[in-house]
């Protein structure tokens, strides 16, 4: 099996960074792609970042020269730095590693519990 553990959220005023951080373990073959999704109250959970295992990335419209993503295939861990935070930016933000447990597996989705970013304005 595979676990994704999420790390870094709090509070943080409008205009402030913050930095967040995902760890996968477990039984990994291979991860295929590594994102930060976010969901806000009353919302559908959408996607931020995701960065491929060749290091191509794609991004949401509304973090673009915001935030960036990064992702050291070694260590099977992601970041999300995020700058310029805005209040639209509060969200339970989640970790999602596409990977595959064997060689012989599909590949699977595999989430974190997710971490707070609240920004105040």
């Known amino acids: 099996q595979v676990q994704v553990v999420e790390s870094g959220g709090g509070l943080v005023q409008a205009g402030g960074s913050l930095r967040l951080s995902c760890a996968a373990s477990?039984?990994?073959?291979?991860?295929?792609?590594m994102g930060w999704y976010r969901q806000a109250p009353g919302k559908q959970r959408e996607l931020v970042a995701v960065?491929?295992?060749?290091?191509?990335?794609n991004y949401a419209e509304f973090v673009k020269d915001r935030f960036t993503i990064s992702r050291d295939n070694a260590k099977n861990t992601v970041s999300l730095q995020m700058n310029g935070l805005k209040p639209e930016d509060t969200a339970v933000y989640y970790c999602?590693?596409?990977?595959?447990?064997?060689?012989?597996?599909?590949?699977?989705?595999?989430w974190g519990q997710g971490t707070q970013v609240t920004v105040s304005s």
């Open positions: 960065v491929f295992s060749d290091g191509n990335t």
């Open positions: 477990g039984t990994i073959f291979s991860i295929r792609t």
């Open positions: 999602k590693a596409v990977a595959r447990s064997t060689w012989y597996a599909s590949a699977n989705d595999y």
